[in-house]
Structure formats: structure tokens, C-alpha cells
């Protein structure tokens, strides 16, 4: 969507920041971005209405890597962490092809294998709440299981 926030129009009137800047040194050296063009099922429903436009260009570690992400927080508030996700990698065409598990300092919070939740070409969102936070650096890493995070 180009640098900063995007100016695409929403049913909120929300505006979308890149995760590039919250990516760690070491995953922008091992990330992947795969984009397509192609319609993304289960977008603009709601409560969120989340545009099918979120799902269109993905980010992928290599087989050993983890995607990892630096949040500067303040330490005294709980925080709502939204993850969208989406399988449109055409190698990944069947259940326990990609399995990763989502991490948020360090609490193993969920493992996920988008495929077995939705197939591919539709939006999966899934969320996590962080509380008691005792620093101001917000740690979320996705860990590969089996295939590429």
C-alpha cells in the first residue's frame, strides 16, 4: 500500500500501517513476500469488516526462520493483538503443509495451521490478548512447525 498509512477506504474509516518497521533486523533478512491479485474469501464481513485488499501481499520465513516482531508499548496497559492471515502460497495445497506457532513474549499463545482452519484463499483472523506487561518492547514471533511461518 505504499509507505506509512494507507488512504483505502473502510467501512471504519481505519487506516493500515506496514509491519516492515516492527520486523526485527534478522527477519528482514529471511522473509519472502508473496502477493497476488486474486479474491480473498471471508473479507468485509463483519463485526470488523476487514478489507480483502489486508490479505493480498503475505510475508513467509524460510524452513528454519521465525518472523519476528519488536512492538514498542506502554508497559502499564493490556493490549488486543489482531493477526490476518491467509494461505495463498500455491505449494501449500492441503492441511499440515504450514504449521507455525504464535508466540508473544514468549507465551506459546496458539499453533496455527491456516489451511486446516480455512483452506486457501480465505481470510483467517485471530486474536490474543496480552496482559501485565513488565516491558516496553512487545515480543510477537511466528515459529514454523512444519514448512515455512
Request: aromatic content about 14%.
Amino acid at each position: 500500500w505504499g509507505p506509512g498509512f494507507s488512504d483505502d477506504a473502510n467501512y471504519f474509516n481505519w487506516s493500515w500501517q506496514l509491519d516492515y518497521n516492527a520486523r526485527t533486523t534478522a527477519t528482514r533478512k529471511i522473509i519472502d513476500a508473496i502477493s497476488i491479485a486474486s479474491s480473498i474469501a471471508r473479507t468485509n464481513q463483519q463485526p470488523n469488516y476487514f478489507p480483502m485488499k489486508l490479505y493480498h501481499i503475505v510475508v513467509t520465513a524460510s524452513q528454519m526462520g521465525a518472523v519476528k516482531y519488536e512492538l514498542e508499548v506502554d508497559a502499564k496497559l493490556d493490549y488486543l493483538l489482531w493477526f490476518h492471515f491467509v494461505e495463498i502460497d500455491p505449494r501449500v495445497n492441503k492441511a499440515g503443509q504450514r504449521v507455525f506457532d504464535a508466540l508473544a513474549n514468549r507465551a506459546n499463545a496458539t499453533r496455527i495451521d491456516i489451511y486446516k482452519e480455512v483452506a486457501q484463499f480465505t481470510a483467517f483472523d485471530w486474536h490474543y490478548t496480552v496482559k501485565n506487561l513488565s516491558n516496553t518492547v512487545l515480543n510477537v514471533k511466528l515459529v514454523h512447525v512444519v514448512g515455512a511461518a
